[in-house]
């Protein structure tokens, strides 16, 4: 479920600013940012951080609302293996992972690949996994009021894994739920059931 839009135009200026910046980090980690490999680096890197950071100019609940339907159903709907990219905000490094989301529907439902938009426009931030987690959950929540919302992210962090600070195949788990996902329910079992 890949449908990233690719940025094709960056403000100019911003990247310019930024990759003066990346230009004078790699020079204090003892670099020569005029060598050929390295010479369009901070270029790149101005880019490639814009890019995983547009969520900030996106509104997640405006997303659910553009394709928001009057429907009766009041099953539960699951979209698992969400593809999920975010960036952590203590060490700037990406951390990659599955978002699987479910909801209870109490008159409206969304179109499935907004869901993962929603996902993708909180990934695309400075993040920690705890609060992606929460704020899906609460979008969700906030733009359709189902009757439950369950959100349960499985993420590798590189900056644990880079660093030595876990094993190299650690998966860090976090959910979080909203009405009949909240205790421990059948709704609930049949939600780690679905995702499995
Ligand atoms: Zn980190």
């Not at 990247?15 to 901070?42: F, S, W, Y």
């Not at 969400?82 to 479910?102: N, Q, R």
């Not at 929540?141 to 499985?154: D, N, R």
């Amino acid at each position: 479920m890949s449908n990233y839009t690719r940025i094709d135009e960056y403000d100019t200026a911003k990247v310019n600013a930024i990759a003066e910046h990346v230009r004078a980090i790699l020079t204090l980690l003892g670099e020569d940012p005029e060598r050929e490999g390295l010479q369009k680096t901070p270029q790149r890197v101005a880019k490639s951080r814009l890019f995983v950071t547009q969520g900030y100019e996106q509104d997640p609940i405006a997303i659910i609302n553009s394709a928001k339907f009057k429907e009766e159903y009041q099953q539960m709907i699951v979209v698992k293996d969400i593809e999920l990219y975010s960036m952590c905000e203590h060490h700037l490094l990406p951390f990659v992972g599955k978002a699987h989301v479910a909801y209870i529907p109490k008159g409206y439902i969304t179109g499935l690949s907004k869901i993962a938009r929603v996902v993708q426009a909180f990934a695309r931030r400075l993040q920690v996994q705890e609060r992606l987690t929460v704020q899906i959950r609460d979008c969700i929540q906030e733009a359709l009021q189902p009757l439950g919302v369950a959100v349960l992210i499985e993420a590798a962090h590189t900056c644990m894994q880079m660093r030595g600070v876990e094993s190299q195949n650690s998966i860090t788990t976090t959910s979080a739920f909203t009405g009949a996902f909240l205790s421990q329910s059948k709704t609930r079992d049949e939600f780690l059931q679905a995702i499995k």
